[in-house]
């Protein structure tokens, strides 16, 4: 009998809505888990901006603006559309990108 990940792996502690309550529980298969959640398969393009995140967030200790992150994909992804962070979650930065990158809900943010 085959274990899932989610069997296997004992989620860390989320606030009400979802979102880790101490960022620093965070894991690539952790995050697998949290986008299985929302119904999304990671590619590589996802890893690419959650990764910029997470290094984001260790430097500067708050989470980039959504801004940041559009910016970084284009330079990565030639003709990448301003669009793509909400082709990647399309629920919305804060709602998707921020729960599987690991990160604490954003206070005052809307959540697109």
Wanted: glycine share 6%; charged share 25%.
């Amino acid at each position: 009998m085959e274990m899932t990940m989610e069997a296997t792996m004992e989620l860390p502690a989320t606030d009400d809505e979802g979102y880790l309550v101490d960022p620093a529980d965070w894991s690539e298969p952790l995050a697998v888990v949290l986008a299985r959640l929302e119904n999304i398969q990671l590619t590589e393009t996802h890893w690419t901006a959650i990764r910029f995140m997470r290094e984001f967030y260790q430097e500067h200790q708050v989470i980039p603006d959504v801004r940041f992150v559009i910016r970084y994909l284009a330079e990565r992804f030639e003709g990448a559309s301003r669009n793509l962070i909400f082709e990647l979650f399309p629920y919305g930065y804060v709602k998707q990108a921020c729960k599987i990158a690991g990160m604490k809900r954003p206070r005052g943010w809307s959540t697109g």
